[in-house]
């Protein structure tokens, strides 16, 4: 299961120093006029707790053994590094974070080339369900399913098809050298 982002976690940015604060995590990172944030949660938080409601379905529906989980681990096979998602979802170097800006157009962001996640507070305003697709969307992401509209389309495989939604695409890239513009 991957790690919950919680005060006094600490990890080390996916390796790379331009992008960590103090506590590790990713910096702010701003960009097309968007700011990403990469909070920790707070124990017995709303969010803290859909998280967790989210986690169970997806351990539940996705990693126990079942039709949903043969579908939707044979979709995440199919992507660039080819590792079902019951595999991906055991990797405990996947950090959760949150990102508290309520945007109705933000879901999540995977921070490209690491392995940390935010969930955006739209997310958490729409359910455990929402937030476990937007999770599932994002390890589609980790997983190397592409910049495109490939990670949305997990959640047709995955149990999530009543929240699928075609027009979110995209998944949050650094730029090359230091030109990092951060919040």
């Keep these: 299961m991957p790690q919950i982002h919680m005060p006094g976690s600490r990890h080390g940015c996916g390796g790379d120093p331009r992008l960590c604060g103090p506590d590790g995590f990713p910096l702010p990172y701003q960009r097309h006029g968007r700011t990403y944030y990469w909070y920790p949660y707070v124990a017995g938080s709303p969010q803290l707790t859909t998280l967790l409601a989210a986690i169970h379905w997806i351990e ?38 949150y990102n508290p800006l309520p945007a109705v157009n933000e879901y999540g962001a995977t921070l490209g080339g690491t392995l940390d996640i935010t969930i955006a507070q739209n997310a958490f305003d729409r359910g455990a369900h929402q937030v476990a697709g937007t999770i599932i969307h994002e390890f589609a992401h980790i997983n190397n399913a592409g910049d495109g509209s490939r990670a949305e389309q997990t959640l047709r495989q995955c149990g999530c098809a009543d929240i699928y939604d075609p027009h979110i695409v995209g998944s949050l890239r650094l730029p090359r050298g230091p030109s990092i513009t951060r919040a």
């Design 60 to 97: 539940t529906t996705l990693v126990a053994d079942g039709p949903v989980r043969q579908t939707c681990d044979a979709d995440f096979a199919s992507f660039g590094y080819g590792i079902p998602f019951s595999e991906r979802w055991r990797d405990r170097a996947i950090w959760i974070s």
